[in-house]
């Protein structure tokens, strides 16, 4: 007698490997196993006769595992058109048979998400920040991680999209934090870590403009020692002694 079993559903993603379960009555020993596609029931891995074949379609050439004892079809290196469903016909030795159908979705891994700063702000002893999480991916969840952990308190916010996130804390001005930033949907997850300290944007400019200035005084200093009427006469001494010179020794 034949079963035919309602498509159970197994999510892949794109690139990695995903087994199909065959669904198979753990006490039979299989005889015969047919994996199919289409409405035509086009083979795409089989088992009969002691013998496996998994180059039976050029869709899925090389990239096909078959368990001959279990039944379980394997599909490596998974692509968007894979993404449709799969029937299994299984014949045990002792001549029980069923078909069971698997309908594989195929989904994308969570983008990694972006950090920015949304302002500093000076306070004796450091300074607050506010930093954004944004992720490509919507509907996921955000989660923060500060090493080393800070003084003060802080909250986290999500927006109603789920596709950011962001966090504000007290910092201090002796070390520089390490702020990690996880998505995560269903078991996929994936973070980005972002470094900062309470150095802000007006005060590294300032560094900036004051070393800057501080070589403009000194190539000033420098020009107007080498171009002085005591240095230039000096100069034009020496000329004169060297002409002079010059002169003996030819006559």
């Known amino acids: 007698m034949v079963r035919a079993l309602s498509p159970d559903e197994v999510i892949g993603y794109l690139g990695d490997s995903v087994t199909l379960p065959s669904r198979a009555d753990p006490s039979w ?51 968007r058109e894979d993404e449709m469903e799969y029937t299994v016909d299984l014949i045990s030795t002792e001549r029980n048979a069923t078909v069971n159908k698997v309908r594989l979705i195929i989904k994308q891994h969570l983008q990694p998400p972006t950090i920015e700063t949304l302002f500093k702000l000076r306070k004796e002893g450091g300074c ?18 500060v090493k080393p952990p800070t003084a003060e308190a802080f909250s986290t916010l999500s927006n109603a999209e789920g596709n ?16 990690t930033c996880t998505t995560s949907r269903n078991k996929d997850k994936v973070s ?25 005084v000194v190539i000033k200093l420098w020009s107007h020692t080498m171009c002085s009427p005591e240095k230039m006469a000096v100069s034009s001494s020496s000329r ?10 030819n006559v």
């Open 29 to 79: 020993k299989l005889d015969t196993i047919e994996w199919s596609i289409l409405s035509n029931n086009t083979w795409i891995a089989t088992h009969t006769n002691r013998k496996t074949n998994t180059e039976r379609f050029w869709q899925h050439r090389g990239r096909l595992s078959l368990n001959n004892k279990t039944g379980d079809l394997t599909i490596h290196h998974l692509k």
């Open 128 to 145: 607050w920040t506010g930093l954004r999480c944004s992720s490509q991916d919507g509907g996921v969840d955000f989660s923060w991680k």
């Open 164 to 179: 950011s996130g962001a966090i504000f804390t007290f910092l201090n001005n002796t070390e520089i934090h390490e702020f």
């Open 192 to 216: 980005e870590t972002h470094f900062l300290h309470c150095e802000t944007p007006r005060e590294r400019w300032g560094m900036y403009l004051a070393l800057g200035f501080a070589v403009v």
């Open 240 to 249: 004169q002694e060297g002409s002079r010179t010059e002169s003996i020794n």
